[in-house]
């Protein structure tokens, strides 16, 4: 995401990698996100088809938003498997966090393939109408 005149209170971080796994290398994906800011709160939307919710983790604290899962090999017919592009993998994805915002108040909800964060501005971050005397 460019910071593009507005100041917001998320930074993304991201990087596709092979690495090292406990059973040979395995690859990393940097799921994509787009992210919303309305009056009262940042929206952060992944795309994380095939991962289940049970599997996905979600860790902030006041610098990091960290998202990850693991998404397994889809068995749809019970045979051998002979091309594996979807396969197994890591989603991993982690958003540099700007003061302001409401720790304790995040939600998550994962629905068809799509984690939705909702990170809650504290009051110093949301606009306020000014009156004229």
Known sequence: ????KKNTALVRACC???VPGAEGYEMVVCPAADIY???DAF???IDM???SKESISITADARMLSVSSLQMINDSGGGE???NEIG?????REFRLGTGIKLDDIRAEYKDGVLLITLPKADELKARQIRIQ
């Open 1 to 4: 995401m460019e910071n593009n």
């Open 16 to 18: 596709n990698a092979v």
């Open 37 to 39: 800011e309305t009056s």
């Open 43 to 45: 929206i952060v939307e």
């Open 49 to 51: 088809p095939g991962a």
């Open 81 to 83: 498997i002979i091309v």
């Open 88 to 92: 197994k993998k890591k989603y991993h």
